[in-house]
């Protein structure tokens, strides 16, 4: 018999917040985490304007031994230690433990190494210094660094794989921990993603042209989802863990519930019908999401609240036109949308895991977070849902289901379904 | 001895253990230091002492007194 799955634990390092309290009072009072990186500018990047968390690196050693903190590099890494131990104790277990944690796994995803701490490597290197380079550089340039840390801290004995699927991989690594929960592989799995974009990969997404560079002199600007004045994307960073657990489990201990995972689904468009590396086919997103809402043993007129993945480019206008024909819903029967990077950009990887944190206060707190910078609503947008459906202000209101999706490089999708319980 | 703790301690999780080593105290079996970690800490002593330290010099640096002779050793050859 196929288990139901409940989150009973979250922690998150967001560029307008760190930790859960912080950052539920920035999303409700729709706080800004961009900011004007003088850097940026003396590298003549056309966007100088970025989400990075207001995160205390010597903290870390709160979480890790300091033996481990020293030589501890990687920022992404120092991310995900922090959100993905933060969701473990407020689950409200321990860290500590003698032998295997045999019942439970992580699915942790991240992009890319941090290209910033590899640059030492590399100049060593070159200097035919490697001699120099000592134990701590393979285990922090390895894709799986950030969830060895993890699951090697908390001894964490199940499955521990590193996912990454660009923009996508942080609900696909809650789709995956849910799923092997709901398959009985195992009782509990610490799930999320990580993302520091460092100042390399920030100089290619630049060159790209895919960024906001309107705004650099007015940052908390800078990321306008859905207006007829976004001009591209702001790159952010942070983490993002859940718990999951199986739902016996869960109520036999006694947790705290905040929300269920009904479902989800992920898939690709094959970079066909329209889609390719940097698009994604329409198709390809509509099956998602049905897919999705199939799985999850729901009707599309159920859902409450979307979770847009909305990053503020031309985009935004395809995705909510996907929405609407994957949900069967236009105008004012489309149902409440948002997108959190109005508030801290683009986190990539950790976008998906940042934006069901979230999601999953919202269900909570029953409200639906402000969509900021939202001045100039695309006209266009307009045509295929009511404004209405897009608060610009806080909304208090009872939230029973989100649906929250991310689509990334690559023609993926993923798509999470969440209801309260 | 005390400088050889400055090298040490970034790695020695305990650092109590510290504070009582002798020439005897294995790096490994008694200062609980993870096997990879003996690499930083030649390291560190390299860029402290400024020496090379070779492989096989590197592999006798087992324990707190094997360190210090080599270390010596090594310095007096620079000298």
């Known amino acids: ?421 | 001895m005390e400088e050889l703790k400055t090298i040490l301690k970034p790695y020695t999780v305990d650092k109590e253990l510290l504070a009582g080593i002798n020439d005897n105290t294995d790096l490994i079996k008694d200062l609980k230091i993870n096997s990879a970690n003996l690499v930083d800490v030649i390291i560190d002593a390299e860029a402290k002492y400024n020496v090379e330290i070779d492989y096989d010099s590197a592999e006798e640096m087992t324990n707190v007194g094997s360190c210090i002779d080599i270390i010596m050793k090594k310095l007096n050859t620079v000298e």
């Not at chain 1, 696909?172 to 195992?186: D, N, R, V, W």
């Not at chain 1, 705290?256 to 198709?283: D, H, K």
């Not at chain 1, 799985?295 to 909510?320: C, F, P, R, W, Y």
């Open chain 1, 1 to 421: 018999m196929s288990r139901r799955v409940v989150v009973t634990g979250m922690g998150v390092v967001a560029p307008n917040g760190v930790g859960l309290p912080a950052f539920l009072a920035a999303i409700q009072a729709g706080v800004s985490g961009i900011r004007f990186v003088p850097q940026y500018q003396e590298l003549n990047f056309s966007c100088q304007v970025a989400g990075k968390p207001e995160f205390n690196w010597e903290g870390l050693t709160n979480y890790i031994s300091e033996v481990s903190f020293h030589g501890l590099k990687a920022t992404n890494i120092g991310y995900g230690i922090a959100a993905a131990l933060d969701a473990w104790a407020d689950a409200g277990y321990e860290y500590n433990t003698d032998t295997p944690r045999w019942d439970t796994g992580c699915v942790f995803g991240n992009s890319i190494a941090d290209t910033e701490a590899m640059k030492n490597v590399i100049t060593k290197v070159d200097n035919k210094e490697a001699k120099k380079l000592g134990s701590r550089v393979v285990e922090q340039a390895m894709n799986s660094g950030v969830t060895s840390y993890i699951s090697g801290r908390l001894g964490l004995g199940n499955k521990v794989v590193t996912n990454s699927v660009a923009c996508a991989t942080g609900t696909q690594a809650i789709l995956m921990g849910y799923e092997y929960i709901k398959h009985s592989y195992a009782t509990r799995m610490l799930v999320g993603s990580a993302e520091h974009v460092d100042t390399y990969v920030y100089g290619a997404f630049d060159s790209m042209r895919v960024l906001s560079r309107k705004f650099n002199d007015a940052p908390e600007k800078a990321s306008r989802p859905m207006s007829l004045t976004a001009g591209g994307f702001v790159p952010g960073s942070g983490a993002g863990a859940l718990v999951l657990e199986d739902l016996e489990y869960a109520l036999a201990r006694g947790a705290r519930i905040y929300a269920e995972v009904l479902g989800g689904a992920t898939n690709s468009g094959g970079q066909r019908g329209g889609g390719s590396m940097t698009a994604p086919n329409p198709e390809g997103v509509t099956r998602c999401v049905q897919d999705a809402i199939r799985n999850s043993g729901i009707d599309a007129s159920q859902i409450d609240l979307v979770s847009g993945h909305l990053t503020a480019t031309m985009a935004d206008k395809q995705e909510i036109q996907n929405w609407a024909a994957a949900l069967g819903r236009h105008g004012s029967s489309f149902p409440m949308i948002n997108s959190l990077k109005s508030m801290i950009g683009h986190c990539l990887s950790a976008a998906g895991s940042i934006e069901t944190v979230a999601s999953i206060l919202q269900i909570q707190h029953g409200f639906v977070h402000p969509n900021i910078n939202l001045d100039d609503p695309n006209p266009e947008i307009e045509e295929i849902i009511n404004m209405d459906c897009l608060p610009t202000k806080l909304v208090k209101k009872e939230i029973n289901i989100v649906a929250k999706a991310n689509f990334g490089f690559g023609d993926v999708n993923s798509c999470l379904l969440f209801s309260k319980i």
